[in-house]
Nanobody
């Protein structure tokens, strides 16, 4: 499956952005999906995940209550709504697909990755 992330940009602290990840190729609803991010000089970290059906979601503690992951299997997309953004949310955000019912917070468990989209939050 090919993944294309979009929606990043520059926003002030407290603002919002909505990231989208469009999938093509294989059957999208076969895959659980995750969002990860990587800030300069830091390791890639888990942000949010959603199950194949969309019924199960989970978030990193750092974004819980501010970010919402969702998916539309009819449109082959997974979204990340990011509210109350903070400067520490600045990173390149990646979507990833895992060929299983449930997603993982471990990036090593994922089979496919998108190219990343830059999110910059100014103070």
């Amino acid at each position: 499956v090919q993944l294309q992330a979009s929606g990043g940009g520059l926003v002030q602290a407290g603002g919002s952005l909505r990231l989208s990840c469009a999938a093509s190729g294989r059957t999208f609803n076969y895959y659980a999906m995750g969002w990860f991010r990587q800030a300069p000089g830091k390791e890639r970290e888990f942000v949010a995940k959603i199950s194949r059906s969309g019924g199960t979601t989970d978030y990193a503690d750092s974004v819980k209550g501010r970010f919402t992951i969702s998916r539309d299997n009819a449109k082959n997309t997974v979204n990340l709504q990011m509210n109350s953004l903070k400067p520490e949310d600045t990173a390149v955000y990646y979507c990833a697909a895992k060929g299983a019912s449930f997603a993982s917070s471990d990036s090593n468990d994922y089979d496919y990755w998108g190219q990343g989209t830059q999110v910059t939050v100014s103070s």
